[in-house]
């Protein structure tokens, strides 16, 4: 099987282009757009995307494309987009777009499909430590422990751990919407009649007459086809070590699960599985749900990546905006009110009367007893922030709305460039002549013009994060000790005490 390695928000380089597979790849994505690639209602499969649905980031819509062509000054380059993750089709193959700040290098490698994994070259799986981070801290995963495991694998075995890894959080994420429930279909034989007499099932069982009657009832119940689906999930999941360690934190949740679920057998599995095939969850307020279900028959069938039927593409995509945003909750969301616009909570108006709706990404809370100016904060996960002079144009409005003196781009940098700089963080300085000065540093003095702020200027401020660089003699460990210093740096700079 070939791996193609990809970062993101970076052009594809003439070394995977120049591969004698590339080609077929090529035709099979460049042309499908995200909504395209995303599982139909027919129940066909499809991808795995988060954030679920196309509609809930503003940073991807069904025309955004995995792979595009990029036109810039007479020249034509092929680029990624701003997703992360697997992605597989016909033949095996299979692209990995990992973060640009990922510890493996793009490039085109073959993996050996051993029992222990690895790639060919030696290396024991591909290395993406940034990534794994942002999603051990918002899907709350001990991401050391998960990270060796899915290291050690193939690149292939790796897709198939990850759909085994997401399945707690989407668990609890359907669990939250409420016990699925559904009108099931139930036969007996009793004296305790409750339900439409089944005439030819009595005569066949009940004579001579013993004082039971046979009927047929419709119940509304947890004990439904889907509900079942999860348990086998559970008690497949329980069957191996590692499988009972990931279902450690919803321990609670598998409990009441097995307890709405008294109907299980494990030799109905197969049934249960292709009834789940057949029939969707369709329901808007049970989405979760869907997405749930649709996890559990791709652990149940054991699919990974494999091309199953014409153009039908398996794989897990990361938004890359919406998992940096909500990863920067977990770091400073104590400090900063975050509204849902993906689940329009929390949403914020320009003018009086409920118009002009917006959500920025991060508000700061005001402190009991103590008088604190107002701060905003925009996620930024792309590289080029103000391209084109729109986020600035938004960062303002928020600021005009809120009253707020400073604002902030938060956004991912490289610890140090291909050329050995390290990044300088910028603030731009509004008045009636804008002018740029640069930080040291997160709370460094202010250099050049324009050192002494005067009184009522707003500014907005480029603030990144710096990811330290993966390179072979750091462990996942210390990566994480370093990001954990990163961070506090990071809430300093926004006020965060």
């Keep these: 099987m070939t791996v193609f390695v990809l970062h993101d928000n970076t052009p594809v380089s003439s070394k995977v282009q120049d591969d ?5 790849f090529e035709n099979q994505f460049l042309d499908m757009t995200l909504g ?62 990992t973060s640009r700040f990922g510890g493996t290098e ?35 995963f001990d991401s050391i422990n998960i990270t060796k495991w899915m290291t050690c694998a193939s690149a292939k075995e790796q897709a198939q751990r990850l759909y085994m890894l997401m399945f707690p959080a989407l668990l609890r994420w359907a669990w939250n919407q409420g ?62 070590v590692r499988g009972r360690w990931l279902l450690q934190g919803v321990g609670d949740i598998v409990k009441q699960l097995c307890f709405l679920t008294p109907s299980y057998r494990r030799s109905e599995r197969m049934a249960v599985l292709q009834y789940n095939l057949r029939t969707p969850v369709r329901h808007g307020f049970y989405r979760s749900y869907r997405l749930l279900q649709r996890l559990c028959i791709r652990i149940l069938r054991h ?24 990863y920067l909750n977990t770091v400073i969301g104590d400090a900063y009110f975050h509204p849902r616009n993906k689940d329009r909570r929390g949403a914020q108006y320009l003018f009086e009367g409920k118009t002009g709706v917006i959500y920025p990404d991060f508000i700061s809370r005001t402190r009991e007893g103590r008088t604190v100016e107002r701060k905003i904060v925009d996620a930024k996960y792309k590289k080029n922030i103000g391209g084109g002079n729109d986020d600035y144009y938004q960062m303002l409005a928020y600021m005009f709305r809120f009253e707020a003196k400073d604002g902030y781009f938060a956004y991912p940098a490289a610890d140090v460039d291909s050329d050995g700089n390290k990044p300088v963080d910028t603030c731009l300085s509004l008045r009636s002549g804008a002018r740029i ?17 005067a009184d009522g200027v707003v500014m907005v401020h480029k603030l990144g994060l710096r990811i330290p660089n993966v390179t072979a003699d750091i462990s996942y460990e210390r990566f994480c000790l370093q990001m954990g210093q990163r961070e506090e740096a990071l809430r300093l700079a926004l006020g965060v005490e």
């Design 20 to 24: 004698i597979g590339w080609k077929n």
């Design 36 to 97: 395209g690639l995303t599982e139909k209602s027919d129940g066909k499969p499809g991808l795995f995307l988060f954030p679920q649905t196309l509609s809930d980031s503003g940073d991807l819509d069904e025309e955004q494309r995995i792979l595009f062509k990029r036109h810039r000054n007479g020249d034509t380059a092929l680029w990624t987009g701003n997703v992360m993750g697997f992605v597989g089709y016909e033949g095996g193959d299979l692209l990995y777009i």
């Design 106 to 140: 793009p490039g085109v490698y073959k993996s050996d499909e051993r029992a222990n994994g690895g790639l060919d070259d030696g290396d024991q799986g591909i290395h993406d430590y940034f990534l794994n981070y942002m999603l051990g801290r918002v899907f709350d």
């Design 179 to 240: 016990v699925y429930r559904q009108y099931v279909q139930r036969s007996f034989n009793d004296a305790n009649l409750h339900g439409a007499i089944d005439v030819a099932r009595h005569l066949r069982a009940n004579i001579p007459f013993t004082g039971r009657i046979a009927y047929n009832t419709r119940e509304f119940s947890a004990d439904n086809p889907v509900n079942q689906l999860v348990r086998h999930t559970i008690e497949y999941l329980l069957e191996s």
């Design 303 to 326: 699919t990974g990546l494999s091309y199953v039927g014409d153009r039908q593409i398996h794989g897990i995509l990361f938004d890359g905006a919406w998992l940096w945003e909500e």
């Design 437 to 453: 000065s640069a930080f040291a540093g997160y709370g460094g003095e202010r250099q050049g013009p324009g050192a002494e702020r």
